[in-house]
């Protein structure tokens, strides 16, 4: 029989940009430690670790949690691309689902170089790089970095098929930084107008450099554990993971000749469909969604694909205000990759971390009202999806 997953205790560092923050493993120690701390309970008590990062040796995991403590826990590992830091959270889902232990860590680090997103996926060994490769030589696409003419392909092709104006992706860029000013812990805090973002550099149409998440350093944290372990600790109404899906590429990813499926598309859509089924409510029951924005074209895409409205229905969702304050859905109260930040390891922790906050209700001037449901989204092409629904009762 499956046990509850609780969530006890979260932690992040401030994200900052490449060359101004400490290395690694001090990140991933200040993460745990604060984690730690907000669950109260000493590092001897975490029985795994499933450490995550992009950049680094194999064992950049071990030198992490050392900083915690020498108490020769099995640690593992992680790689996943983008969704590195909630592939660790799915692993330590798993261990105390399965009854493997009763408390598990979860941390995922990054120390970014300026440019690493461009660079990261101009790798001829990764299939979807290859597939990309073809399809962006194939329509012309040559002048930016391969993850921007990517995403920005799949806004592209939504732009032929529905209309949309490319102010709608600008617009999504103005709510990032606008709830960003909010988050101390956010890499810019500064406002933009759509105006400012619209000017700034074109990247690869329909993108504008605010329209792309930036290189980052960071760090965060969660500690999970049972029922009975939360118990014996005295920690009382948890948040807990309602249910949790990954889900890898489909035959669509590659043979549709579509950017929009290549980014991810039926990845997103397949896992929320499995976690709603595993949770027994769907998308209008949830409060506050944290989602993998490396660019605004991909929150775009993802409101469909998370089900937040119909498919051709993203426009009116923006301008109508229902993914802010106010609307139907707050999406990314933390500013999200594209103003919080993305150290690749770190962003599934960090995604985590706001979210536990917000159903707690102490995520400050970011509180999203009366927050009962949260949703998490984080993708990595190559590729891999992780979407996961969090409660507190």
């Not at 983008?82 to 009763?102: D, M």
């Not at 990813?253 to 769907?282: L, P």
């Amino acid at each position: 029989m499956k046990r509850r997953v609780n969530v006890i205790g979260v932690g992040m560092t401030k994200f900052a940009k490449p060359g101004a923050s400490a290395d690694y493993h001090e990140m991933a120690a200040e993460a745990g430690h604060k984690a730690l701390a907000d669950a109260g309970i000493p590092y001897d008590a975490v029985e795994q670790a499933y450490a995550g990062y992009v950049y680094g040796d194999s064992t950049c995991g071990q030198r992490a949690v050392y900083g915690l403590g020498l108490t020769g826990i099995p640690v593992v590992n992680v790689n996943n691309n983008c969704s590195t830091g909630s592939t660790a959270l799915y692993l330590a889902r798993q261990a105390i689902e399965g009854g493997l232990a009763e408390c598990v860590l979860a941390i995922g680090f990054e120390k970014m170089e300026r440019g690493a997103l461009g660079s990261k996926f101009n790798d001829r060994e990764n299939p979807m790089s290859q597939h990309a490769q073809v399809m962006m030589d194939v329509q012309g696409f040559n002048s930016a970095p391969p993850a921007a003419q990517m995403f920005g392909g799949a806004g592209r092709e939504y732009r032929w098929r529905h209309g949309t104006k490319r102010e709608t992706f600008g617009k999504i860029a103005e709510k990032a930084r606008q709830h960003a000013s909010r988050n101390p812990y956010a890499l810019f805090n500064q406002v933009l107008t759509l105006e400012e973002v619209m000017a700034s550099d074109d990247v690869f149409d329909p993108l504008t450099r605010f329209q792309c998440c930036p290189p980052t350093c960071g760090a965060g944290a969660a500690i999970l554990c049972s029922d009975e372990f939360a118990a014996k600790h005295g920690i009382k109404n948890p948040v807990y993971i309602a249910a949790q899906s990954m889900v890898t590429d489909f035959a669509s990813s590659f043979d549709e000749s579509s950017m929009i499926k290549m980014v991810g598309y039926d990845m997103t859509k397949e896992a929320a469909r499995q976690v709603y089924e595993a949770a027994g409510i769907g998308p209008d029951d949830v409060d506050v969604v944290e989602l993998h924005d490396c660019f605004t074209a991909n929150e775009l895409l993802t409101y469909e694909g998370l089900g937040l409205c119909a498919e051709g229905g993203a426009e009116a969702f923006i301008w109508n205000g229902d993914n802010t304050y106010g609307g139907k859905v707050v999406t990314n109260p933390s500013g999200g990759l594209l103003s919080k930040g993305h150290p690749l390891g770190a962003t599934g922790l960090a995604q985590c971390t706001e979210l536990v906050w917000q159903l707690r209700g102490t995520a400050d001037q970011r509180q999203v009202a009366n927050a009962r449901v949260a949703l998490q989204h984080n993708l990595g092409l190559g590729g891999a999806c992780v979407v996961t629904m969090y409660r507190r009762d």
